[in-house]
């Protein structure tokens, strides 16, 4: 953000005339503040990342259905929600089993994590919100939580799971560096479970903070970084609002149009659309 100049009009004596002088400009106060936390272990070592079309399904498809889909449509990955309080859909199929079969198939895997949400989100769906005062320490939580569920479903050390944060307004800067501090405690945790830490928001409110964050110099940052954007631009060039060296190379997945309705081998799904470049589970 830029700082505004303080301009002072100063009356002048005598004649009537004015004088304009100016104050030092204010030092910027910026919407998110630099935090750091403590990543001994980091990251763990990076797997082979894979670039294609994905898409994401709100319940994991059946197993026929994916079949189908493997030999007839352009998608090679698709997104699962594996863990959260908050998901949008029962998953009566996922299970090990599910994920060793579609891996079999050829299937690369998305897992996502919807928890907690941004204190000024809507609450009309997802009314569990990130205590500010105790935003990190929640990250770590919904971490080895999301950390469970990728052992359960058989996914090995190094597999990524995106945090999911839905869109929220971006009136109050304290909404957002919560948001930001939650993310590096879900980060943290993550590494320390020998996972790597994605997060997926839209590109207008999560991820602009998030990058703002990494401005800043907070860490640690997510491995990976899924913006959404429905532009019906399917590549991974931040659509004109993410900076080239943000989450590059091989960092990125663009969610590009959502709700869309697709068939393919007499298979129907409603689907988002996704171009990956970036890891996944494989």
């Excluded at 908050?86 to 994590?113: E, I």
Aim: with cysteine.
């Amino acid at each position: 953000m830029l700082a505004a100049s303080l301009v002072l009009l100063l009356a002048a004596g005598g004649t009537g005339g004015s004088a304009e002088a100016t104050a030092p400009a204010a030092a910027a106060v910026p919407r998110i503040r630099a935090v750091t936390l403590p990543d001994r272990i980091g990251p763990p070592k990076v797997r082979d990342t894979w670039s294609g079309p994905a898409f994401d399904a709100c319940s994991a498809p059946a197993l026929d259905t994916l079949r189908a889909w493997r030999g007839a449509s352009p998608y090679g990955a698709l997104g699962i929600y594996v863990s959260g309080g908050q998901r949008g859909c029962a998953q009566p199929r996922l299970t090990a089993d599910w994920v060793r079969q579609a891996r079999a198939m050829g299937w690369h895997f998305l897992p996502v994590h919807v928890g907690l949400q941004a204190p000024c989100a809507d609450p009309t769906h997802k009314p569990k919100r990130i205590d500010p005062a105790n935003a990190a320490r929640q990250g770590r939580e919904e971490a080895d939580e999301a950390a469970h569920a990728l052992r359960s479903l058989g996914f090995g050390r190094g597999a990524p799971v995106y945090l999911d944060i839905e869109s929220y307004p971006m009136r109050d800067p304290a909404c957002g560096q919560a948001v930001v501090e939650f993310t590096l405690g879900w980060t943290e945790a993550l590494h320390a479970a020998g996972y790597r830490s994605g997060f997926y928001s839209s590109l207008d409110s999560g991820v602009a903070d998030l990058a703002a964050a990494a401005r800043a110099g907070s860490s640690p940052l997510p491995d990976a970084l899924w913006y959404a954007r429905w532009d019906d631009q399917a590549d991974t060039g931040g659509s004109g609002r993410l900076a080239p060296d943000l989450w590059a190379p091989h960092q990125r997945v663009h969610q590009y149009r959502g709700n869309v309705e697709e068939s393919y081998g007499g298979a129907a799904l409603t689907v988002d659309r996704d171009q990956v470049d970036g890891p996944t589970a494989d």
